[in-house]
């Protein structure tokens, strides 16, 4: 099972906390240990580690199995998950670099600034692959298919929620809504009135 996904920059500043198991000691705290943990270890070693601890603030496990971490580094972002025995951490490695082509995809060559003003879309994306810490998808076709249709249907919600918006379409009683002075036209001439 997938425990964690974490995000950092090399500051140490967490972009992205997403938690599938319960903390029982301060979130920061954990965060903070996850990344000298990861930051700390030298270039030339794996990408995984034992991490015993982690073990006082995630939820302990009947199996008494470790937690590990996997971890990449790309560019100046840390992608971090914490899981156990059940997962295999080259899949996870794997799991990773999908997640990060679905973010590429979705922002066109991703940073730091993508995840901080877009946070709502990451977690989205994050959301497509994972959930309650077991993997969905992992085809970054479909989990870029599934973001593009949310993002369109999103837009034409707003549209038709939102008079004022610039809609190519007719609203449901036939009035040409494409300007904002094509509506309050509407309004005044009483097309739009109920």
């Known amino acids: 099972m997938i425990h964690a996904v974490l995000i950092f920059n090399t500051s140490g500043v967490p972009r992205l906390t997403k938690f599938y198991t319960p903390v029982h000691l301060s979130v920061q705290t954990l965060v903070q240990k996850i990344f000298s943990l990861v930051y700390a270890r030298p270039v030339d070693l ?16 009947e199996e008494e199995e470790r937690w590990r971490v996997v971890y990449r580094n790309y560019a100046t972002l840390y992608f971090v998950f914490v899981i156990d025995g059940a997962e ?9 670099q999908v997640f990060v082509q679905s973010l590429d995809r979705a922002f ?14 990451v977690h989205h994306i994050l959301a497509e692959i994972i959930q309650g810490g077991l993997v969905l998808e992992t085809n970054v076709d479909e989990i870029d298919d599934s973001v593009q249709l949310a993002a369109k249907l ?21 009035a040409n809504l494409h300007t904002p002075l094509g509506w309050l036209t509407g309004k005044l001439t009483g097309v739009g009135a109920r």
């Not at 999103?154 to 036939?174: E, F, T, V």
């Open 108 to 121: 066109e060559n991703v940073c730091e600034l993508d995840l901080v003003f877009h946070f709502d879309e």
């Open 46 to 61: 794996c990408n995984f580690l034992d991490a015993p601890e982690l073990e006082p603030y995630l939820a302990q496990n």
């Open 88 to 96: 295999s951490e080259l899949g996870i490695l794997d799991l990773i």
């Open 154 to 174: 999103r837009r034409d919600s707003y549209a038709s929620s939102n008079p004022l918006a610039l809609s190519s379409g007719l609203n449901p009683r036939g």
